[in-house]
T-cell receptor, first 112, second 115 residues
Framework: DAGVIQSPRHEVTEMGQEVTLRCKPI?????LFWYRQTMMRGLELLIY????????DSGMPEDRFSAKMPNASFSTLKIQPSEPRDSAVYFC??????????FGPGTRLTVL | GESVGLHLPTLSVQEGDNSIINCAYS??????FIWYKQESGKGPQFIID?????DKRQGQRVTVLLNKTVKHLSLQIAATQPGDSAVYFC??????????????FGQGTTLQVKP
């Protein structure tokens, strides 16, 4: 099993540009989570899906952030427009329905 | 509100010694707890978990202790090795057992192993 796959691994963009982060969960897992990690705030849950349906998006910081899960094997997190304070490492995790979550390698986003 | 916090931001130990990393949680309704290890440049990796109906669980070189009375969680690593150097996070899940819910993470403790 390849584990959770995220792309790109690194993204550098300019303020105001649209950023799209992608995630492929582990096959058979029915829950998917998007996290953001910074030195100041640690690991924060942004949103999670069960069976492709968003369950809790209370962690999404602003309307500039949106997430979709069109099918069981793909999810996107979009930031439009991006700002320097969005710079962070964004993790995707999936879960088979038990409590354990399996994390991807993360996408390091830098907004200039 | 809900919060998970760590007592020590950095722990430095000698190779071969035992390590103890502590975590406090505030939600008495939490029924599931996990320890994750995060190495530089990687995502968090599952180490061990424990449910609230237990007070101790052992894995390979690791033991998790849960004290529900004082809402305290600890991770013990036996015979610490250089490869154990990482940031360790505790996390709690307040969802009913068997249901996937939100994991609330602590701020993390950096473990440094001196050769």
């Amino acid at each position: 099993d390849a584990g959770v796959i995220q792309s790109p691994r690194h993204e550098v963009t300019e303020m105001g540009q649209e950023v799209t982060l992608r995630c492929k969960p582990i096959s058979g897992h029915n829950s998917l989570f998007w996290y953001r990690q910074t030195m100041m705030r640690g690991l924060e849950l942004l949103i999670y899906f069960n069976n492709n349906v968003p369950i809790d998006d209370s962690g999404m910081p602003e309307d500039r952030f949106s997430a979709k899960m069109p099918n069981a094997s793909f999810s996107t997190l979009k930031i439009q427009p991006s700002e320097p304070r969005d710079s962070a490492v964004y993790f995707c995790a999936s879960s088979p329905g038990a409590n354990e979550q399996f994390f991807g390698p993360g996408t390091r986003l830098t907004v200039l | 509100g809900e919060s998970v916090g760590l007592h020590l931001p950095t722990l430095s130990v000698q190779e071969g010694d035992n390590s103890i990393i502590n975590c406090a949680y505030s939600n008495s309704a939490s029924d599931y707890f996990i320890w994750y290890k995060q190495e530089s440049g990687k995502g968090p990796q599952f180490i061990i978990d424990i449910r609230s109906n237990m007070d101790k669980r052992q894995g390979q070189r690791v033991t998790v202790l849960l004290n529900k009375t004082v809402k305290h969680l600890s991770l013990q690593i036996a015979a610490t090795q250089p490869g154990d150097s990482a940031v360790y996070f505790c996390a709690e899940n307040t969802a009913p057992s068997g249901n996937t819910g939100k994991l609330i993470f602590g701020q993390g403790t950096t473990l440094q192993v001196k050769p």
